[in-house]
């Protein structure tokens, strides 16, 4: 990217600023007659005389007064481009680590990392897939920049809740289940289960415990959330999903609520978000001001 030079406004105004010429050009790494023939310049362009050199001290003219306001505007304009510039060469060749799960990969960080490198398209990603335990333990290690976790096992570190998402109750086509508008936990502990593997902390485990009871016929543990879907459908048991999961891929399963509500709370935490690289201070602040969560 191009350097940005110091423009005449500026010059001009870190002159008046300062009251010495001397002292703007150390200040901008110029000469004193390199100021003198900006200022020069500036005086040509608008038709005007802006300064007067007295002994002891600079002083504006009368135009120099009135212009002044507006040339300290185009300077001020000039100061937000150059913090502009610099924020974008701190985000080039930089690379974003960021701890998730298989759903959270598959539904938003393939919008939500595109949309960024159009604006970003240097910024690179490395994605750590894990549970939320092990997300959490990236990230305070700093092996992650982000991670995503449920706000049960935040512990320690800063986040920002996303989304709730409430676990559902998925059965064969034509399962007694399915006749009653809602089940609950106990009845699906009493149907061979297949749970899906969150890598560590397990919500539906969670329901059964705070209900007080165990499934009886525990019969499958997948780590897909698909693979699970399909062996329902197969009729090989049941299981309890995630809503956001199942969106769209409903087809051929009888999905039903669950009496208890058993849902989990998504956050994106980070270790400090002080001594996050501007990269991944960036790509959080653009995860934050995301509507794709509703």
Request: aromatic share 10%; charged share 25%; with cysteine.
């Given at each position: ?15 008046v600023e ?68 610099k ?9 974003i ?48 920049d ?51 593997d ?23 543990t997948v ?38 509500q ?25 995860i ?7």
């Amino acid at each position: 990217m191009a350097i940005l030079q110091t423009s005449k406004y500026t010059v001009f105004c870190r002159v008046v600023e300062l009251g010495s010429f001397s002292l703007a050009a150390e200040e901008l790494g110029y000469t004193q007659s390199s100021v003198s023939q900006k200022i020069q310049s500036l005086e040509e362009e608008l038709g005007v005389t802006l300064l007067l050199r007295q002994k002891n001290h600079l002083e504006l003219t009368a135009d120099g007064e009135t212009l002044y306001p507006f040339i300290h505007a185009i300077y001020a304009a000039e100061q937000n481009l150059s913090g502009k510039k610099k924020e974008i060469e701190g985000l080039e060749s930089s690379t974003i680590c960021i701890a998730a799960w298989a759903s959270v990969n598959r539904l938003y960080l393939p919008v939500l990392m595109k949309t960024f490198q159009e604006k970003y398209p240097s910024v690179e990603f490395k994605l750590l897939q894990g549970g939320y335990e092990v997300n959490a333990a990236s990230v305070k290690r700093r092996e992650a920049d982000l991670g995503f976790i449920s706000t049960d096992t935040a512990e320690d570190l800063e986040y920002d809740i996303l989304y709730q998402d409430e676990l559902l109750a998925v059965l064969p086509p034509g399962h007694p289940l399915a006749k009653k508008k809602r089940v609950s936990v106990r009845d699906l502990a009493r149907e061979p289960f297949i749970l899906l593997d969150e890598l560590g902390y397990s919500y539906p485990l969670a329901a059964f415990q705070a209900a007080n009871v165990t499934p009886q016929n525990l019969k499958l543990t997948v780590y897909d959330d698909y693979a699970v879907m399909e062996m329902v459908r197969q009729g090989l048991g049941v299981s309890m999903l995630y809503e956001r999961i199942l969106r769209g891929f409903d087809a051929g399963l009888a999905v039903r609520p669950i009496k208890e509500q058993p849902k989990r709370t998504v956050a994106v935490c980070w270790k400090d978000r002080k001594t996050l690289s501007l990269a991944a201070r960036t790509f959080l602040e653009h995860i934050e001001h995301s509507n794709i969560f509703t």
